[in-house]
């Protein structure tokens, strides 16, 4: 059973940071992009953060551009989401996605879904 399990969520202060780490299991995603996706309250999902298999090209929504960093570690078989300069805009559940052997920024092509983690950032 293929799962994605997200951790490192909380509640934080304006201005600190979080690393969120998505592990997977069930079956290796070396060859497969990946990326982060958030939904707050009200709104709908939307892309945050994108990597392709050997992390050598990333893409970032603009508003978290300059602020957070996505890795991965294929040996670990864990992606990562370092997220600085949290700003109360970013309180929303983050979720990793796999898309299977593809790079995108759309949800539409990420086949692999993680739960989610809460990130709440206080003002």
């Known amino acids: 059973q293929v799962q994605l399990v997200e951790s490192g969520g909380g509640l934080v202060q304006a201005g600190t940071s979080l690393r969120l780490s998505c592990a997977a299991s069930?079956?290796?995603?070396?060859?497969?992009?990946m990326g982060w996706f958030r939904q707050a309250p009200g709104k709908e999902r939307e892309f945050v953060a994108a990597i392709n298999w050997s992390g050598g090209i990333t893409g970032y929504a603009d508003s978290v551009k300059g602020r957070f960093t996505i890795s991965r570690d294929n040996a670990k078989n864990t992606l990562y989401l370092q997220m600085n300069s949290l700003k109360p805009e970013d309180t929303a559940v983050y979720y990793c996605?796999?898309?299977?052997?593809?790079?995108?920024?759309?949800?539409?092509?990420?086949?692999?879904w993680g739960q989610g983690t809460q990130v709440t950032v206080s003002s």
């Open positions: 996605a796999a898309a299977l052997r593809a790079y995108s920024i759309y949800q539409s092509r990420y086949e692999y």
């Open positions: 069930g079956r290796t995603f070396s060859a497969d992009g």
